[in-house]
């Protein structure tokens, strides 16, 4: 069964220090990995995604995501947080295989604080 | 451009009755998707339609669930005799197609609250 796991409810970080959150999965076949990102009262806004290629993926806002296929992780990083970047970060992963097209299976989501 | 655009924003209703959601997509996407998120909870998949093929409608529920496109554009999704436990967001998304290069681009909800 597809799956993804976000293994933490919040991380607390200084601003300016680095940040992570992390991601898990288990799928069928190759994944397609995704993060969004949402701001109170906000829909979910793209971050950044892995299809295929480089396992660093440079994406909006200063994040960037390692793929990491042997330890099924997909972890989101920026080398200095922001206090604006404190919001509930999701991961997500579609399934190559057949079928599995035409649905994102997401994480419960990270909620990140970023204090002054 | 203008982005995926949901009507209400906040919905309250009492138990039993029904409530319609609605949902305009980004124009040119041929690819919808409802979603609801609960409190505390990720965002589970409810429903997707794609072009004039058969939605893929196994993510609903219950049969009190149901949604509709039409024209290949607006979405409306539908609860009957709403249950407490409906209360969350739905949310809605759009992409230009289904295959999985294409992002989808999420609406700003609606919050279903049922008393």
């Known amino acids: 069964a597809q799956s993804v796991a976000q293994p933490e409810d919040q991380v607390n970080v200084a601003e300016g220090n680095p940040l992570t959150v992390k991601c898990t999965y288990s799928v069928s076949g190759n994944p397609y990995l995704f993060w969004y990102v949402q701001y109170p009262n906000r829909g979910l806004q793209f971050l950044l995604k892995?299809?295929?290629?480089?396992?660093l993926v440079k994406g909006s806002y200063g994040f960037e995501a390692e793929f990491n296929k042997s330890q099924t992780s997909f972890h989101l990083k920026k080398p200095s947080a922001l206090v604006s970047d404190s919001a509930l970060y999701f991961c997500?992963?579609?399934?190559?295989?057949?079928?599995?097209?035409?649905?994102?299976?997401f994480g419960a989501g990270t909620r990140l604080a970023v204090h002054p | 451009g203008a982005g995926v655009s949901q009507s209400p924003s906040n919905k309250v209703t009492e138990k039993g009755k029904d409530v319609e959601l609605r949902c305009d997509p980004i124009?040119?996407?041929?690819?919808l998707y409802w979603y609801r998120q609960s409190l505390g909870q990720g965002l589970e998949f409810l429903i997707y339609?794609?072009?004039?093929?058969?939605?893929?409608k196994s993510g609903l529920p219950s049969d009190r669930f149901s949604a509709e496109r039409t024209g290949g554009s607006v979405s409306t999704l539908t609860i009957q005799r709403t249950q407490q436990e409906d209360s969350a967001v739905y949310l809605c998304a759009s992409s230009l197609g289904d295959v999985p290069l294409y992002e989808q681009y999420f609406g700003p909800g609606t919050r279903l609250t049922v008393t």
């Open positions: 892995y299809i295929t290629g480089d396992n």
């Open positions: 339609f794609q072009g004039n093929s058969a939605p893929d």
């Open positions: 124009s040119g996407h041929t690819a």
């Open positions: 997500a992963v579609r399934d190559s295989v057949s079928g599995g097209y035409n649905k994102l299976i």
